[in-house]
């Protein structure tokens, strides 16, 4: 079999979303695809006509980020134009052919957007508050610290409107203007927010905002909600009537809802007479799974002010112990919910009153999103172990006892004669007795009378999970998993105490023990690994990014069991994390709090804590720009390293952030992990790409 490259592995295309009609005759999927030439990721829509089995690119360049379908026919698409200065904007597809007609002109780009009355309701920055062009004319450039105002605002556009003032606009001669057809819905609030999402009524009469009173993540649980009930297209008559001039107080009724903090809402009934919210239970801890609830608005028109609406909320997810924030869709045939359960995402039918229903894939496990219309037909994007994502879709709605999910795509044809070897879900107790979940990938040709070199995959997090797919995401990125099967590597990836799909004290499990307990499940692994004789315990590796690179780095320095480790965009000093990052809750819940308070636990969980230990040859990668976890941590993991004279190389991506996302670079972070670990494990020489 023919054993793929990492450029092979890097340029497979593969689909990453996906959207049904209406009526589900037709389904709208992305494709993301490496464009070499310019050094960056492409992901073009296409259209699949069911009845007639075909499937037609509608955009040839730049990236598709989100599809709406108006109707039957016409598509909306939020999407990148690499011949446009401005960020993305909304084009329409009336009939599914043509170039499409650009619906916006934000100067900041378009955030989001969903159909609505006729047109499009759409979240970007307002360009005046954002460029803050007074303040910069007489005080120069300056940031306020937490305590800038936000620059997000909600608009509304009519799709005919816009055509037609194009068409006007473009007949003006040089003394004449006319009111482009855009209004800022988000005025009628009065003051600035921070818009996070918003939901449209299905009736279109409502539009429902989810807010924080900044942009800074502190503020994260610093939340209101909204309701402005609005004729958008009446707005918009008076607007032009008065050539642009309105009263922004008189756009329509704004009601203020006193849901709990850190809640949102995520959906609508099909009468709009319902709202589906999601909220934390117990508490804001971050660790903490979200539920979901519904509010009935017939019940409580009267109170939506009052904090006696809490008392009013209905829990339906009490019967799934697991994370239900993913996905989440009401339409005529219920609620649909998609959650991680061990290795696997489900996608399961709720009922008002908390019972579900798993929906059967039979051998096909959905990927992260799903899509299902008005109608019922469904949409996933589908795996197993033994075959890479393709396109589905049911042949018939839902809640017919005979639907069947009908293959779209034949991505899987390009790999039919790669060796990728093979992918099972193992077991095992960690050192405290929990049981823990991985994903082991070993050789097509494996003999389990020989022992192996290991190395384990860790993921980002500290939420998160990692699937029993023949072929992840993140084993075209970052780590050449198969790669290293070829070479005869096992490779494990660890669901570690924390990870989604697996309740709520599993997720528990991780406060006052970031990386001690992860050490745990990795020694667990190992011992069990090597009780069946299946690894040469003399040579086990580990490579993680972000979270995962965390783990790597704690791991190496606090242990010996390691021959070498991989540390991607790690802290390595959780006081550090705590005082450059955005939202310092985040790592001061998992701990004891403020580190300058209670610093005890900061200490133990920091992976430089030891570094007078530390004997673990270390790769470390690190982008130049990265926001979340600071170069600083790169840094002085590598000079602590140097000062101990371990074997350390650091490899900083100028043009990078938090994570690599360019084809070249991301090859170039493949291959690096490949020469570091063949040396170490394999005793190949050690030859960095690019480096003489």
């Known amino acids: 079999m023919y054993r793929p490259t990492v450029t092979d592995l890097i340029s497979l295309e593969l689909p990453l979303n996906t959207s049904v009609s209406p009526d589900g005759s037709k389904v709208a999927y992305t494709v993301q695809t490496a464009d070499w030439g310019t050094n960056m990721y492409q992901s073009c829509c296409y259209v699949y006509e069911v009845n007639r089995e075909r499937s037609s690119q509608l955009t040839q360049t730049g990236n598709v980020i989100q599809a709406h379908w108006i109707d039957h026919d016409s598509l909306a698409l939020l999407r990148i134009d690499p011949k446009l200065s401005l960020g993305p904007q909304v084009w329409v597809y009336d009939n599914l052919d043509g170039d499409g007609i650009r619906v916006t002109n934000h ?39 937490e305590q800038e105002e936000s620059a997000s605002a909600l608009y509304f556009t009519n799709i005919k409107k816009m055509e037609e003032y194009r ?6 001669n040089e003394n004449q203007t006319i009111a482009e057809p855009v209004i800022e819905l988000s005025r009628i609030i009065g ?43 009446q707005v918009l008559e008076d607007y032009s009537d008065n050539y642009g001039v309105i009263d922004f107080t008189c756009i329509g009724k704004l009601t203020q809802m006193c849901l709990p903090k850190g809640a949102s809402i995520v959906d609508i009934s099909p009468d709009g007479m319902k709202l589906l919210i999601q909220h934390k239970e117990r508490d804001n801890m971050v660790y903490t799974q979200f539920d979901l609830w519904i509010l ?45 359960d061990g290795t696997k995402l489900r996608i399961a039918k709720l009922s008002e009153s908390g019972d579900y229903k798993v929906l059967d894939f039979k051998e096909q496990c959905p990927l992260l999103n799903f899509d299902i219309s008005r109608d019922g037909f469904i949409t996933i994007i589908g795996s197993s172990e033994k075959t890479i994502p393709e396109i589905f879709v049911s042949t018939k709605p839902i809640s017919s006892s005979s639907w069947e999910l009908k293959r779209l795509t034949s991505f899987g044809k390009k790999v039919e004669s790669w060796d990728l070897g093979r992918v099972e879900a193992i077991k095992w107790k960690s050192k405290d007795g929990v049981e823990i979940e991985g994903i082991l990938r070993k050789p097509l040709n494996f003999d389990p009378t020989k022992k192996y070199p290991l190395l384990f995959r860790l993921r980002g997090g500290p939420r998160s999970y990692s699937s029993s797919f023949l072929l992840e995401s993140d084993d075209r990125r970052l780590y050449p998993s198969i790669q290293f099967v070829h070479k005869g590597v096992l490779v494990v990836k660890v669901n570690h105490r924390g990870s989604y799909g ?45 979270y995962g690179g965390y783990i790597s780095a704690f791991v190496g320095i606090h242990t010996d069991k390691f021959r070498a480790v991989s540390v991607g965009a790690g802290c390595t000093n959780n006081y550090n994390y705590y005082v450059t990052r955005g939202s310092p809750q ?107």
């Open 296 to 340: 009935d608005l017939t019940q409580v028109e009267d109170i939506l002010g009052d904090e006696a609406l809490v008392s009013q909320m209905q829990i339906i997810t009490q019967n799934i112990d697991r994370e239900t924030r993913s996905f989440v869709k009401w339409v005529n045939e219920g609620i649909f919910v998609s959650y991680v």
């Open 502 to 546: 697996y309740g709520q004290e599993f997720m528990d499990l991780q406060k006052h023990n970031l990386g001690v307990g992860e050490l745990w499940d990795l020694e667990g692994a190992i011992e069990y690994l090597d009780s069946i004789g299946f690894i040469d315990k003399g040579r086990i590796g580990c490579m993680g990014w972000s």
């Open 167 to 172: 068409e006007n606009h473009r007949q003006l």
């Open 586 to 692: 985040d790592i001061a819940q998992y701990l004891s709090g403020s580190p300058f308070i209670n610093p005890e636990d900061y200490v133990k969980t920091a992976p430089i804590s030891g570094i007078n230990q530390a004997k673990t040859p270390m790769l470390i990668q690190h982008g130049a720009r990265d926001q979340s976890v600071a170069l600083y941590n790169a840094t002085e993991l590598y000079r602590g390293l140097k000062d101990m004279n371990v074997p350390v190389e650091l490899f900083i991506y100028p043009e990078m952030g938090h994570m690599i996302s360019r084809p070249r670079e991301m090859k170039t972070a493949m291959l690096q992990n490949l020469a570091w670990f063949n040396h170490y494990l394999l005793g190949e020489k050690m030859e960095f790409p690019g480096s003489k």
């Open 107 to 145: 100067r900041t780009g378009v955030r989001s957007f969903e159909p609505f009355a006729g047109g499009i309701v759409y979240l970007a920055n307002n360009p005046e508050r954002e460029e803050k062009k007074t303040r910069k004319e007489e005080y120069g450039s300056f940031i306020h610290f």
């Open 191 to 233: 003051k600035t927010l921070r818009i996070m999402s918003f939901v449209c009524s299905p009736l279109n009469d409502a539009i429902y905002l989810n807010c924080q009173i900044k942009d800074d993540e502190i503020y994260r649980y610093e939340t209101s909600h909204y309701r402005i009930q609005v004729d958008p297209n």
